[in-house]
């Protein structure tokens, strides 16, 4: 949707994931350029510190909940419209991750996953977008949806199997929905990072993989980036209306690759896959070593 600018003082905004990492660096830089934020996250508590601790002219407020309850997301929707008379910006941030062996991951994975990563997303657009739609019905601006995706929804890595088919669900939800949606005055954006310093890093590994090297190293990733850069460059890319939000430059010239060149990208996939496993086995074989020298102690 190319025009002009869009103005974020005054909006009001739903973040979803809002209570850390990147939801939170979202609240923090919505909050400094005059926006009014619902920090909403399953974990209540962290909803309010993400409050208690954004400053700036805008203003933050935290609700508890959770993205795979449609009617929730729903009525939290509705609420801002009943308090303010609309919702400008909705931010589909909430999300999890599993890795490992596909093989180890239950059912009961593959639907947490599936809940929150594609269903959360669904629901704030379905909660969000008929509202923006009418909202833009006088040919004026109807609002602005931002779905966090991932270099995942972009690039088939694997031991992440779960997540990356989650994240390509967001990205093609995202750019189908902006083709339909530009018309009606609602603008779509995704956001395509790869890894970035938050807590997700330390969660959801399981079997023998565990902790931040895995994911970072599995992506080639030396450096995380700063979540507090990443929601500024995300909301440039709202105001200048912009589908697609790949950072930092390292994963554009990854995507790029990939698409020159999917054999070789395919190639390094799987070579990745078997250093992250030489190292994962390495290091289990270290700590049993350790713990029977503590034995013998
Ligand atoms: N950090 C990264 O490396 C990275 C890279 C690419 C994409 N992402 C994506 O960015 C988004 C934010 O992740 P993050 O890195 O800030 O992780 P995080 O774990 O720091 O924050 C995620 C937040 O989502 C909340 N959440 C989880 N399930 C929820 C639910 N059912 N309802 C409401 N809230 C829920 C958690 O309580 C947490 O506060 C995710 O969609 C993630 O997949 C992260």
Redo the contacts with the bound molecule.
Sequence with gaps: MSGPRLDLAGRQAIV?????????ALCQALVAARAHVVV????GA?ARRTTERVVGPGSARAVA????DAAAVQACVDDVVARSGRLDLMFN?????FGGETEELGLEQWDAII???IR?VVHGVAAAYPLMVRQGADGGFGGHIVN?????GLMAAGLITS?VMT?HAVVGLSLALRSEAAAKGVGVTVV??????????D?GAIGRFHGRDF?LKGQGVRR?HD?ARLADEVLEAVVAGRAMLVSPRTARVTWLVGRLAPRFTQRMSIGFVAKQRAMQTARADEAARLASGSQKL
């Design positions: 979803t994931g809002g209570g850390s990492g990147i939801g939170a909403a996250d399953l974990d962290a909940l959770d993205v795979t941030n909430a999300g999890i991750t809940d929150v990563n959360g966090t995706a991932s270099m995942g997540y994240k395509c990072p790869s890894a970035v310093e938050t807590p997700i890093l969660k994911y995380p979540p």
